[in-house]
Nanobody, 124 residues
Framework: QVQLVESGGRVMEPGGSLTLACTAS????????MGWFRQAPGKERVFVGS????????YFDDSVKGRFTISRDNAKNMVYLKMDKLKPEDTAVYFC?????????????????WGQGTQVTVSS
């Protein structure tokens, strides 16, 4: 069993930078692919980015590519999402997720564990 807790969400101005953290507990997630998803009001939950549990390669949706980065600290069992050049369109609840697989995936249905989300609001 894995528990995930996101933190770091807040209200930001356009163009700002913010890092979200995901803390895992229950077991090590060092071999697990980790994903970030977001859900805006009235919208479906969509893929933001992911990091492999083996190669460490990262993948991003086109909407955030070049602005967001993912990193992990396996010693702390944590994953981070660094967001730069924030836009009002980035406003959403951000969720971290873990797979029982090393492979990254853009599909929410392929992740096994989810956090409760943290709100990021970018004023317009």
């Amino acid at each position: 069993q894995v528990q995930l807790v996101e933190s770091g969400g807040r209200v930001m101005e356009p163009g700002g930078s913010l890092t979200l953290a995901c803390t895992a507990s229950g077991r090590s997630c060092s071999d697990s692919a980790m994903g970030w998803f977001r859900q805006a009001p009235g919208k479906e939950r969509v893929f933001v980015g992911s990091i492999s549990g083996t190669s460490g390669n990262s993948y991003f949706d086109d909407s955030v590519k070049g602005r967001f980065t993912i990193s992990r600290d396996n010693a702390k069992n944590m994953v981070y999402l660094k967001m730069d050049k924030l836009k009002p369109e980035d406003t959403a609840v951000y969720f971290c997720a873990a797979r029982d697989s090393w492979r990254s995936s853009p599909l929410a249905s392929e992740y096994d564990y989810w956090g409760q989300g943290t709100q990021v609001t970018v004023s317009s």
